[in-house]
């Protein structure tokens, strides 16, 4: 057919591939949100975020609606769960990495293999963990809203620091 057509057709399938790959991710997210919280999107902000990321890389609708009935019914042979990881960076900096897996001991030997080849160490349970917090961050519209009150309200529930 010609060079070109060639070209053309590497270049397709090279895009194919990466789309694949972000879709697969992103069903694995969707199972992993809609086994947590459910699959009404408006109780559960981990769906919620996946939607966000599956338009964000156009993943069409039907996939993602297929996602949430596969996590539904169960089919899934794959069971994700969410493991936390802890070591040490080079220069004793702390690192928390945050997985989601079905093979817990192949995910620790790779983890274990990127933190020797950056010069790192994997730690135990708990070493690195206490010096971290989780936070969230939230952006509201100033419109009828008396701050005073709303800051008085979030304290009660936990907040730490607000600005305007």
């Not at 895009?15 to 972000?22: S, V």
């Not at 109780?43 to 539904?72: G, T």
């Not at 702390?94 to 994997?122: C, M, Q």
Request: glycine content about 10%.
């Amino acid at each position: 057919m010609g060079r070109i057509f060639e070209v053309r057709k590497a270049t397709m399938f090279a895009r194919w591939d990466r789309m694949a790959k972000q879709f697969t991710r992103i069903g694995k997210e969707i199972a992993i949100a809609v086994k947590a919280g459910g699959p009404d999107p408006a109780s559960n902000a981990a769906l919620r975020r996946c939607f966000q990321n599956a338009k964000s890389v156009n993943m069409p609708k039907d996939r993602v609606e297929a996602a949430i009935k596969r996590a539904m019914s169960g089919k899934e042979m794959d069971n994700y769960e969410e493991i936390l990881y802890e070591g040490y960076g080079p220069h004793g900096v702390a690192i928390l990495v945050e997985t989601a897996t079905d093979n817990h001991v192949r995910t620790v030997a790779n983890i274990k293999s990127h933190f020797n080849k950056g010069g790192g160490a994997l730690g135990n349970s708990g070493s690195v963990s206490f010096q971290f917090r989780k936070l969230g961050v939230f952006k509201l519209r100033p419109e009828g809203l008396n701050v005073d009150e709303l800051e008085f309200e979030l304290i009660d529930y936990g907040l730490e620091e607000m600005e305007f």
